[in-house]
């Protein structure tokens, strides 16, 4: 699964040919969670409610790159790496 983007111990990725709706997942120590690009809530997992904070902060800023990923991930298409938090 490749890694979309990393910062301050959370990790994110993408799967290739992945069911809708258009997703992304959190990986942060033991919680994972799959967070929806349209609406940013969680789909499925768990999160610590400060990294949740941090992942929609992250997510709101690079939407647009992320339903693109979205997009070339259905495709089988190389996935580009998305800028860290800072």
Do not use: C
């Not at 070339?72 to 800072?86: G, K």
């Amino acid at each position: 699964m490749p890694e979309v983007s990393r910062f301050l111990g959370i990790v994110i990725r993408m799967y290739y040919n992945e069911h809708p709706p258009p997703h992304f997942h959190v990986q942060y120590n033991e919680y994972d969670a799959e967070l929806s690009i349209e609406t940013l809530e969680i789909i499925d997992g768990k999160l610590p409610r400060r990294v949740f904070g941090l992942v929609l902060e992250w997510a709101a800023l690079h939407r647009e790159e992320l339903r693109d990923n979205w997009i070339r991930a259905r495709r089988q298409d190389v996935i580009i790496t998305i800028d860290p938090l800072v």
